[in-house]
């Protein structure tokens, strides 16, 4: 079965600092999509970043970055610059290349401080 | 560009009854995709509907059908509740291999 594992249940930075939030991932297939949701309170999964299992570049999305590392299925993401409005449950997912199906991680909580 | 949009927000029911659940894709989506967010955990796939046609099927029991209508707008039936089937249900549409659209999910309470 494919996992998706988050080890991280919480997180806290300070407001403008970098946090690096931690994702692996267990699968035997060679194409597939990762990605990186957050849950603000209102519920509603925003996409964050998405990144194609065969491109070797990095995503990066303004603030936020992702460090690939497809030989040992991790897949981590780094928020720069935190701001408050980054306070929030992000969660780490993976889709097969031909489905947009998610297996979900089970969230990490981050926490900015002022 | 009106989002993925779910009613009702909040739902309460009693166990062994039925609920019917909302969805409205955004403007221009045609696939619709169900997951169950419990409580602390991350969502889990129940199914996706595709040309009112169920196209994928998680881990979940028959007592969860779908049915999807030809605006392709979505409902998701849960028959026989149980306390256990107490969480979030988010709906989620997509085009084409897009990236999923999220609604703010229905809150449903079994008592």
């Known amino acids: 079965a494919q996992t998706v594992t988050q080890s991280q249940p919480e997180m806290s930075v300070q407001e403008a600092e970098t946090v690096t939030l931690s994702c692996t991932y267990d699968?035997?297939?060679?194409?597939?999509?990762l990605f990186w949701y957050k849950q603000p309170p209102s519920r509603q999964m925003i996409l964050v970043i998405r990144?194609?299992?065969?491109?070797?570049q990095n995503a990066t999305e303004n603030r936020f970055s992702v460090n690939f590392q497809k030989a040992a299925k991790s897949f981590s993401l780094k928020i720069s610059d935190s701001q408050l409005g980054d306070a929030a449950m992000y969660f780490c997912a993976k889709a097969n290349y031909n489905t947009d199906k998610l297996i979900f991680g089970t969230g990490t909580r981050l926490q900015v401080f002022p | 560009d009106a989002g993925v949009t779910q009613s009702p927000t909040h739902l309460i029911k009693t166990r062994g009854q039925q609920v019917t659940l909302r969805c409205s894709p955004k403007s221009g989506h045609d696939t619709v995709s169900w997951y169950q967010q419990a409580l602390g955990q991350g969502p889990q796939f129940i199914f996706q509907?595709?040309?009112?046609?169920?196209?994928q099927r998680g881990n979940f029991p028959d007592r969860f059908s779908g049915h999807q209508f030809p605006n392709y707008s979505s409902e998701l039936n849960v028959n026989a509740l149980l306390l256990g089937d107490s969480a979030l249900y988010l709906c989620a549409s997509s085009l084409a291999g897009s990236p999923l659209h999220f609604g703010n999910g229905t809150r449903l309470t079994v008592t």
């Open positions: 699968t035997s297939e060679s194409d597939y999509y």
């Open positions: 990144q194609e299992a065969y491109k070797q």
């Open positions: 509907y595709y040309e009112e046609e169920e196209r």
